[in-house]
């Protein structure tokens, strides 16, 4: 694996990818953090470690506010438009890319995959609800990705426990992974009987099953 960083002026400023490359890859997976934190997040930094022995290039995308060093996450147009700018640039290996992000960056993954012809959608700690306000469904987002998609969801997340989702339907009924006493960063208690090594093993060895039966 080598890893080498690219900056993307995009719409919405500059963006910038952080690559882990493999050797003979038969795609690329794009993934890109949430308005709370980076691309140091343990489940995006352990898909860069884990995939790339599987024939996956991880790109870890990081958005334009997040490289201006501003703390507060722009308005989700902005974000679709940060993505749309930078999608030129994951393509550039000429490999098919699969669309990803983790929170709000999966959600941007979704609104957007159909019309950038992404190969699927990995979306990691969906926000199916603000916490505490289920009527405020975005379900709708994940279920009209209307490409092959895997939800990858901690048993506790605040923002929309598994047992929540909808049921998977239509043309590309998703798929959806739990990840046993998970948060909604994939954090698991000290005293759960899944250690925090086993609950990212979990999430790396589920994305990449998924990602073998995806056309290459």
Do not use: N
């Not at 598994?162 to 208690?189: R, S």
């Not at 759960?192 to 790396?204: K, P, Y």
């Amino acid at each position: 694996m080598t890893t080498r960083t690219e900056s993307v002026d995009t719409p919405a400023g500059e963006a910038r990818i952080t690559w882990h490359t493999a050797p003979k890859a038969r795609l690329v997976l794009a993934v890109s953090h949430g308005a709370g934190g980076g691309i140091e997040a343990r489940d995006l930094q352990a898909l860069a470690a884990a995939l790339p022995a599987r024939g996956i290039t991880v790109a870890l995308v990081e958005q334009p506010w997040r490289v201006a060093g501003k703390k507060v996450a722009a308005a989700p147009k902005v974000l679709d438009e940060g993505w749309r700018g930078l999608w030129p640039a994951l393509t550039g290996p000429g490999l098919p890319v699969v669309a990803g992000g983790r929170s709000a960056g999966a959600r941007v993954a979704c609104r957007t995959a159909g019309e950038l012809g992404a190969a699927g959608v990995l979306a990691l700690a969906f926000p199916l609800h603000p916490p505490g306000r289920p009527e405020k469904s975005r379900a709708a987002e994940l279920t009209g990705a209307g490409r092959p998609a895997l939800v990858v969801q901690g048993g506790r997340d605040p923002f929309g426990r598994p047992e929540e989702f909808p049921e998977p339907a239509g043309e590309h009924p998703y798929e959806l992974v739990e990840v046993a006493h998970g948060d909604h960063g994939f954090a698991v208690p000290k005293k759960a009987a899944t250690t925090q090594e086993e609950a990212l093993r979990t999430i790396t060895e589920a994305v990449g099953e998924w990602l073998a039966r995806l056309p290459g």
